[in-house]
């Protein structure tokens, strides 16, 4: 008897980096503010060449950074946090981005979920409570599969009016 075919191959698999690349350069989001940490680190890997990564010193000016920018392009800017710590270092800015109505997509870096019952030091216990009231949607993935559908509906949120 022959095996059944394999319905999909290795070489025909995209990675949630990859897709989330594409999804982004599609949204024309390839200009990327953050100021990283350790647990943003994967993110680098292979970065892709037509990106640009603006790097701030402090949270608050990247949101600030990618506030200007997202008014001036007319388009969602793309930020990413340090963890629970970027995001509260950030919220000033972030309530500023409010007020101004900027789309915007910001994500943070979580500690891996093997080590979450140990409460480590940069986790956050309610990631996804804690820029509210000041964004219109939070959500953190339960899968690293999700991210890409977590960010088009960022994206899709954030261009939404009022904006």
Not at 3 to 23: G, K, Y
Not at 73 to 95: D, E, K, P, R, Y
Not at 143 to 158: F, K, T
Request: overall charge neutral.
């Amino acid at each position: 008897m022959t095996p059944a075919p394999a319905i999909h191959q290795h070489a025909d698999l995209v990675s949630v980096r990859e897709a989330t690349w594409a999804l982004m350069r599609a949204h024309g989001m390839t200009t990327v503010f953050g100021n990283p940490g350790s647990t943003e680190l994967g993110f680098f890997l292979g970065w892709p060449r037509d990106f640009r990564y603006v790097l701030g010193l402090q949270e608050s000016v990247v949101v600030g950074m990618a506030d200007g920018f997202a008014q001036a392009t007319g388009n969602a800017a793309f930020v990413n946090l340090h963890s629970a710590v970027g995001v509260g270092h950030a919220m000033g800015a972030i309530f500023t981005a409010f007020k101004n109505r900027t789309p915007m997509v910001i994500t943070a870096g979580q500690q891996a979920r093997s080590i979450l019952p140990f409460d480590p030091f940069l986790h956050s216990a309610e990631a996804t409570t804690l820029p509210k009231p000041y964004v219109k949607w939070a959500v953190e993935p339960a899968r690293g599969e999700d991210v890409p559908l977590a960010i088009a509906r960022a994206y899709h949120v954030a261009m939404t009016p009022p904006r």
